[in-house]
């Protein structure tokens, strides 16, 4: 994936002048931010799962902005970056979700970008802290961040499996990662990943994830608005 630019280069103080190109390249594969990750203190890493490629980025970025803005306390508030993640080829049906090749090819691009990450934010934005990294794994897309944790190990603080049927492991501690893990149910706001093919359902009680449970909040087809008092915890740190 072609990285564009120093990120800070293209931040401004309004609008759409804080989404940030992070990459792309001419297979359809994009990686978008909203507000700089290397400025900010709570970074959202979000994958999307069956669907997503190549239907369009719009939904995920409005998915995005909505997130950005119920975290921040006001439209200046650059302590929070919310990552539209797509630097794989999601499955584009159910049928194809079977397959987890789709998830292990962005499994290794998942993990050296988090790395990357960490090693850039340090580099530019001159804290003494790190910043607070959480992953949301949409569907399949849990898939993809379970693969990269089982494989390569994942330095973030918190994971969230966001209607995932599978996350590639028997159990949560299978997982390797610095912070807990979160599951919600995949029959309510999933993507469609057949069950039991890639490892037992993450809200199971025997994976041994935090449940979060589902509010009465709706907003189109947006997978978070239902989880939103939980995650918004989760990725602030006030758990």
Known sequence: MTQVG???????AS??????????DADGRVVIARNNPDH???VVIVIPGVGAWPSGLDPLLLRAE????????????????????????TPTSPAEARDPAFA?????????????RRVTAEHWSGRSSPARITVIGHGY??????????????????????????????????????????????????????????GPRPDAPEFGATLLHPGPLSH??????????????IILGTV
């Open 6 to 12: 120093r990120f800070g280069e293209a931040d401004d």
């Open 15 to 24: 609008g759409e002048e804080r989404v940030l190109l992070l990459g792309f």
């Open 40 to 42: 900010a203190q709570h």
């Open 66 to 89: 909505f997130l950005c803005r119920e975290l921040s306390s006001g439209p200046d508030d650059d302590s929070v970056s919310v990552i539209t993640w797509v630097d794989y080829r």
């Open 104 to 116: 292990a090819q962005g499994a290794t691009r998942l993990a050296r970008f988090i790395v990357d």
């Open 141 to 198: 897309g849990g898939l993809v961040a379970g693969f990269a944790a089982r494989d390569h190990g994942l330095e973030i603080d918190a994971l969230v499996l966001l209607g995932s049927a599978s996350a590639g492991t028997e159990t949560a501690s299978g997982l390797r990662l610095a912070g807990p893990v979160y599951a919600t149910s995949p029959e309510v706001n999933g993507d469609g990943t057949p069950f039991g093919l890639h």
């Open 220 to 233: 189109g087809d947006d997978p978070t608005v239902r989880y939103l008092p939980s995650i918004k915890k």
